[in-house]
């Protein structure tokens, strides 16, 4: 799985947890995200490891439809 991730050209992944609630930050250096991201639907060991970890997980209230993880507006940035 962590294969697929760096394949898929994402690097300085962490996930946090604070009251039941998961967030997670990652960088991406690649030029074709929806393709790199097909890449890690695709792989079996990963798609092992959603069908593990699926059930623990339940997207907020305020998701669009269709939609699991909820994207945050950047509000800070330090560079």
Not at 1 to 13: D, E, F, T, V, W
Not at 39 to 48: E, F, L, S, Y
Request: with cysteine; aromatic share 14%.
């Amino acid at each position: 799985m962590l294969a697929a991730l760096k394949r898929a050209h994402i690097g300085n992944y962490s996930i946090f947890l604070r009251d039941g609630l998961l967030f997670s930050y990652l960088e991406y250096s690649g030029s074709d995200y929806a393709a790199d991201t097909e890449g890690i639907a695709a792989d079996p060991v990963t798609r092992d490891w959603w069908a593990l970890t699926g059930p623990c997980q339940q997207p907020l209230d305020t998701v669009a439809e269709g939609e699991w993880w909820a994207p945050a507006e950047e509000v800070f940035h330090l560079d």
